[in-house]
C-alpha cells in the first residue's frame, strides 16, 4: 500500500467528473467499512468486482510450490471475499471502450504499472488492459489517477456490462458500411452505469463491427452484437445495424442469433436498453452457469425473446440521449494529424518492407496507412508505453487503438512517415513483424495470475512463438497467416474456439501424478466476426503441443488441396485422421523417464491441480475408474463423427452416454458393482457426488453435474443438429470435470495420514 | 520527506546468463523461504525486450533481475512502507538488495554467470507524489543521499545523474569510480 495514499484524493480534486469521483469516493468508504467488519464478503465482493479490481492466483493464502501446499502468512488476517485474503495482490482490469486511448492515458497507464503493479501493463482479449499484482488499498487512487484522464473501471468485471469492443479499423476500413466508433462511443456511455443494467445474474459483453466478413468486432461471440449496415429508403441511404444476441465462448459456445436484419441507428440505444431490462428481469439469477443471456434464448427460442423484447421497448418511455448523439456520427470521429502522402516502397530497406508486409494496413483513405505494433503476450513495458505515447503525439492526432489480438494500431499515418515511425517504433523495441501471423499469438494469463487456469497458457504461447520464430523463414506462406490461441480452462479467455489452432489447459492422472495437457481444438473460423467453432480432438501433455502444432501445420502444407483454408482443410481429412495423425504424441513417458512432462511450460514445480500434495499411487481402483473414463471420451469424440456426418440423433445420444459412462466411472470409485441402467447411474451419481458437492468444481460448482441431469432428462425427445452440438461440448465438459473429481479424490486420499 | 518506496537496482558486470534460468531459482527461494520478507510467486516477462525480466514477487518487495534499458541488474523494489529515518530505510533497503545479489552470485546452478558490481547502482522512488522527478525533489533528498553514500563508498568518488523524463519515477543513476564487490559492501552495512 502507497504511503501517498492519503494525498492523492486532494491532488486531484476537479479534474474529473464529480459523478466519476464521488463513485470511487463511496468505493474508498467501503474499503474502509470491510477493513471494520461492517460489510458481508460476498457483498463486498461483487462491489469490488464492479470496479473492475479482480481476485489472483494465490489470493486464498495458499499455494503449491511444487513438493508441498505451503501457506502464504499474509500480515492481515482481513478478506476481501469468500476465500480471499485482503493484502494478498489482485488484478485491476480497466475498460477501454472499443480499444480507444491516446497519448496521456498511456502515460498514466504507465505510472499505474510502475507504481502498483510490476511494471507491465496487459492488453487482454475484450480492448481492456489489466494490471497484476496490486493491493487492494490502492485501487482507489489508482481509479482516481484514471478518472482524471477520462478512463474508467467500473463495471469491468461483475455482474455487469463489460468493456465494450469494436474493430480497430472503424474509421479506416475498406470493407466497413460506415465508421462504428461513434455508436460504440454513445452505447458505451449510455449503458455505463445505467439502472436497467444493474441487475444481471452473469456479465453481459457487447461488439461493434463495421463489416461482417473480416474478424473486425467479433459480433458472433458477444451477447449483444451490432454490425453496420446501410439501406435506401426513399431515395436515401439509411444506417443501421445487422442486430444480432445470445452469442458467447465460455465453457459452452454459443452462435449469436439474428434478432434484426436492419435495426435503425436511432433504434441502437433504445433496443439495448430493453434487452438489458429483459435480460435483468429474466435472466437466470441463482444458478451461475445458466445466467448469461445466451441461456435465456435458449430456454425461450429468438422469437418469444424477441417478442418480450420488443413488448418492452414499446413501453420505454423516450430518453433523448437515444439519438442526440446521432450528429456525431456524421462528422468524423478521427481526424489525421497531416495530409495524404505517396510512400516509395521499392526505395526503402528490406528490413522495412518485412514490416511493411506484416504490420501495415492500407486505409481507405488514399495515402494513409494504419500499423500494428504487435506485442508479445499483450504485455508492454511503462518505459515502452512512454515511447508509444511520444509517437502517438508524433504522428496522430492523439488516437490508437487496442486490439482483441493483444496488440495496438496506430492509424492514420501518412505514408511518408512510416519509414520514420518505423524508426522510432524499433527504438523502442516495438518494431517486431509479426502482425497477423501464426506467430502473433494469443493467450489469456492462465496459471501464471488467473485463478481458474488449469494449464500455463502464456507459458505454452511464449514457447510456441519462440519455435515459430526460429522456423519463420521457413514457414510456407499458407501456414503464416494462421491463427492460434490459447487458454488456460475451458473459459476460454483466449478464445480458441475462434482460431484455427486452439488449446485449452486440461489435466490428466497418470500413474498418481497429474500431468498438464491442452485439449486441441480445430477448424475454428476468426473471420465472419468468429463465424464458426472448432471441435475439440482430443487432449495433448503440454508439453507435446509444440510438436502437434509442426505436425498439424506440416500436413496442411503437403496434403492440402489447392486454395484450401485451414478450416476447410480440418474438415476435409476428418477428425479420425486427425486423431490418428497425433494419437502417439497423447502418450506421456513415466515420470523416471522425462519427468519434463509433469511440470508446466515456464514453471519448474511439478505440477498440480491444486494445494494438496501429489499422490504417489493411486491404487488398484485407477484403472476400473479411468477405463470408464477413458470411454467416455471416446464416446464423446466418435458424437462429433457422427453431427459431422449428419447423423445428429445419434450424435446426441452418444454425447449423453457418454456422461452416463464417465459417471458409472466415478461411482465406481466407492462402489464395486454399479448398475448399467442410466437412471440408476444418474441418482446414484447425484447422491454420492453432487449432493455432497464432491463433484463440485472449485469455480464452477455444480454447472458440470447440471448438465447430465439436463441430458437425462431431455434423452429420448430428440435432438436438433444444434442440440446434439452444445450436448457434445457439454459432454467433454463433464467429462473433464469426472476427471478433475477423480483427481481430487485420489489426491485427497493419497495426502491422508496412514 | 518521508522517503519511501525506495528502489535499488546493481547493475550486474557479469550476465552470461539466460532470463530463463532464474525461474527454478527463485522458486526454489520460496520453496526455501530463504528470506525473512515473505515471498508469493514468480513473474516471468522474459519475452519483453528491455523488460522487467524475471519477478519474485512478494509482499514487503519484488525483487527481480531486471533489464530495463537493457542494463541487467537485480532490483530490489521496496512496496511496504518502512520505519525509521531515512538513512536506515537506505541502509535496510541496499542491505537487503545486496544479500539477494549475494545469493545470485553463490546460487550453485548459475555456476558462478552473474556477478554484480555494487559500484554501479540506480535509486528510484517508486511514488511519483512523494517523491516527482525533478530537481527539487533531488536537492532535497542529497544530503541525506551522499551521507548514505559515504558510508557506502567511503572515500572513492561517485556521480549522480537524475533521468531527465520528468515523466519517470525519480531516478537517480549512481556510479562510483571503481568497482565494489557486493560482499564487500555487506560488510560495510552490518
Known amino acids: 500500500m502507497k504511503a501517498s495514499q492519503k494525498q492523492w484524493r486532494e491532488k486531484l480534486q476537479g479534474q474529473m467528473s464529480p459523478a466519476w469521483a464521488e463513485e470511487i469516493d463511496h468505493f474508498e468508504t467501503e474499503i474502509e467499512l470491510k477493513k471494520q467488519g461492517k460489510l458481508e464478503d460476498r457483498i463486498f465482493a461483487e462491489t469490488r468486482l464492479r470496479r473492475g479490481a479482480y481476485g489472483q492466483r494465490y489470493d486464498n493464502g495458499q499455494r503449491h510450490d511444487g513438493i508441498q501446499s ?37 502515460e498514466v497507464m504507465a505510472e499505474l504499472a510502475e507504481e502498483y503493479s510490476d511494471g507491465i501493463a496487459h492488453i487482454t482479449t475484450r480492448q481492456d488492459f489489466q494490471l497484476h499484482f496490486i493491493h487492494i488499498e490502492d485501487t482507489p487512487n489508482l481509479m482516481r489517477r484514471l478518472a482524471a484522464v477520462g478512463i474508467t473501471t467500473r463495471e469491468a468485471c461483475g455482474n455487469s456490462v463489460r468493456n465494450l469492443t469494436g474493430c480497430p479499423y472503424a474509421g479506416i476500413c475498406n470493407t466497413q458500411a460506415f465508421d462504428v466508433s461513434p455508436y460504440a462511443d454513445a452505447c458505451t456511455f449510455f449503458l455505463l452505469g445505467h439502472p436497467d443494467a444493474q441487475d444481471f445474474g452473469r456479465k453481459f459483453k457487447i461488439a461493434f463491427s463495421g463489416c461482417a466478413e473480416k474478424a473486425c468486432g467479433l459480433v458472433n461471440i458477444h451477447d449483444m452484437g451490432f454490425i453496420a449496415a446501410t439501406k435506401i429508403e426513399n431515395g436515401k441511404e439509411k444506417r443501421g445495424f445487422k442486430f444480432y444476441v445470445g452469442g458467447g465462448l465460455g465453457s459452452v459456445p454459443q452462435n449469436a442469433k439474428l434478432f434484426d436484419e436492419f435495426l435503425p441507428e436511432e433504434e441502437m440505444l433504445a433496443m439495448s436498453q430493453a434487452i438489458c431490462r429483459v435480460f435483468g428481469r429474466y435472466g437466470e439469477k441463482k444458478d451461475r452457469g445458466r445466467a448469461r443471456i445466451k441461456f435465456l434464448i435458449k430456454d425461450w427460442g429468438i422469437d418469444k425473446f424477441k417478442e418480450e423484447v420488443l413488448k418492452e421497448r414499446k413501453l420505454l418511455k423516450t430518453d433523448p440521449r437515444w439519438t442526440d448523439f446521432l450528429e456525431k456520427t456524421r462528422k468524423d470521429f478521427e481526424k489525421p494529424l497531416k495530409g495524404p502522402s505517396k510512400l516509395d516502397l521499392a526505395a526503402q530497406s528490406q528490413e522495412f518492407q518485412k514490416w511493411y508486409n506484416t504490420n501495415v494496413y492500407h486505409q481507405r483513405q488514399e495515402g494513409y496507412k494504419a500499423v500494428t505494433v504487435a506485442l508479445p503476450l499483450g504485455d508492454i513495458t511503462a518505459d515502452q508505453l512512454r515511447k508509444l505515447a511520444d509517437i502517438v503525439r508524433k504522428y496522430t492526432h492523439d488516437t490508437i487503438r487496442t486490439t482483441v489480438e493483444q496488440n495496438f494500431v496506430i492509424r492514420w499515418i501518412t505514408e511518408t512517415d512510416l519509414f520514420s515511425l518505423y524508426q522510432d517504433l524499433k527504438n523502442a523495441s516495438l518494431d517486431t513483424a509479426v502482425a497477423n501471423t501464426i506467430l502473433d499469438i494469443v493467450s489469456c494469463p492462465g496459471t501464471d495470475t488467473c485463478k481458474l487456469g488449469i494449464s500455463s497458457s502464456r507459458g505454452l504461447a511464449g514457447e510456441l512463438r519462440n519455435r515459430l520464430a526460429e522456423q519463420s523463414h521457413l514457414l510456407d506462406e499458407a501456414v503464416k497467416n494462421l491463427h492460434i490461441k490459447v487458454s488456460g480452462c475451458f473459459n476460454s479467455c483466449g478464445q480458441h474456439h475462434i482460431s484455427d489452432l486452439g488449446f485449452y489447459g486440461v489435466s490428466r492422472k497418470i500413474a498418481g501424478y497429474t500431468v498438464p495437457h491442452f485439449q486441441v481444438i480445430l477448424g475454428g473460423q476468426w473471420e465472419n466476426n468468429g463465424g464458426s467453432y472448432g471441435l475439440a480432438v482430443g487432449a495433448v501433455p503440454s508439453k507435446r503441443i509444440p510438436d502437434v502444432v509442426t505436425r498439424l501445420t506440416g500436413r496442411y502444407v503437403t496434403d492440402r488441396q489447392k486454395d484450401e483454408g485451414f478450416k476447410d482443410f480440418i474438415q476435409r481429412i476428418g477428425k479420425v485422421e486427425i486423431k490418428k495423425t497425433l494419437e502417439d504424441l497423447t502418450q506421456v513417458p513415466s515420470h523416471d523417464a522425462d519427468p519434463s512432462f509433469y511440470a508446466d511450460w515456464g514453471d519448474p514445480r511439478e505440477y498440480t491441480i491444486g494445494d494438496i500434495g501429489v499422490g504417489e499411487c493411486a491404487g488398484a481402483v485407477v484403472s476400473a475408474v479411468e477405463f470408464d473414463l477413458t470411454a467416455a ?25 457418454s456422461m452416463v459412462r464417465a459417471a458409472r466411472g466415478l461411482i465406481k470409485h466407492t462402489v464395486r458393482d454399479v448398475s448399467d441402467d ?51 461440448e457439454e459432454a467433454i465438459l463433464f467429462i473433464e470435470a469426472a476427471y478433475s473429481c477423480y483427481g481430487r479424490m485420489t489426491e485427497k486420499k493419497a495426502a491422508l495420514p496412514a | 520527506m518521508n522517503l519511501q518506496h525506495i528502489n535499488f537496482k546493481i547493475f550486474a558486470e557479469k550476465q552470461d546468463i539466460s532470463l530463463d534460468e532464474l525461474i527454478p531459482v527463485f522458486h526454489r527461494w520460496i520453496q526455501n523461504k530463504v528470506t525473512e520478507e515473505m515471498l508469493i510467486d514468480v513473474a516471468d516477462y522474459a519475452h519483453v525486450p528491455e523488460g522487467p525480466g524475471i519477478l519474485l514477487i512478494g509482499h514487503e518487495a519484488n525483487i527481480s533481475i531486471d533489464n530495463a534499458e537493457n542494463r541487467l541488474g537485480l532490483l530490489y523494489n521496496r512496496k511496504t512502507v518502512m520505519e525509521g529515518s531515512t538513512q536506515d530505510k ?15 552470485e553463490e546460487e550453485p546452478t548459475l555456476s558462478g ?12 522512488i517508486n511514488d511519483r507524489l512523494l517523491a516527482p522527478n525533478t530537481d527539487e525533489t533531488l536537492k532535497i533528498l542529497e544530503p541525506e543521499l551522499k551521507n548514505f553514500l559515504s558510508q557506502l563508498y567511503q572515500k572513492v568518488p561517485y556521480t549522480l545523474t537524475r533521468h531527465s523524463d520528468s515523466r519517470e519515477r525519480f531516478t537517480l543513476d549512481i556510479q562510483a569510480k571503481k568497482s565494489f564487490e557486493v560482499s564487500s559492501l555487506l560488510q560495510k552495512l552490518k
Open chain 1, 633 to 657: 471420451e471416446r464416446q464423446a469424440f466418435e458424437a462429433q463423427l457422427l453431427l459431422e456426418k449428419g447423423d445428429f440423433q445419434n450424435a446426441g445420444l452418444q454425447a449423453y452416454e
Open chain 2, 113 to 124: 554467470k552473474l556477478k554484480f558490481n555494487a559500484g554501479s547502482l540506480q535509486l528510484i
Open chain 2, 90 to 104: 537506505l541502509q535496510k533497503v541496499m542491505q537487503l538488495a545486496l544479500q539477494h545479489c549475494k545469493r545470485l
Open chain 1, 678 to 728: 442410466a437412471e440408476a447411474i444418474v441418482q446414484d451419481f447425484k447422491t454420492r457426488y453432487y449432493d455432497t458437492q464432491i463433484f463440485y468444481d472449485p469455480f464452477a460448482g455444480g454447472k458440470f453435474a447440471q448438465y447430465l441431469f439436463l441430458a437425462h432428462k431431455k434423452s429420448g425427445q430428440g435432438y436438433t443438429p444444434e442440440s446434439a452440438h452444445q450436448l457434445i
Open chain 1, 70 to 106: 505451503q501457506k502464504l502468512e499474509y500480515p492481515s488476517p482481513l478478506t476481501k471475499g469468500p476465500h480471499t485474503l485482503w493484502d494478498a495482490p489482485g488484478m485491476q482490469r480497466i475498460k477501454i471502450p472499443y480499444g480507444g486511448i491516446n497519448a496521456k492515458q498511456l
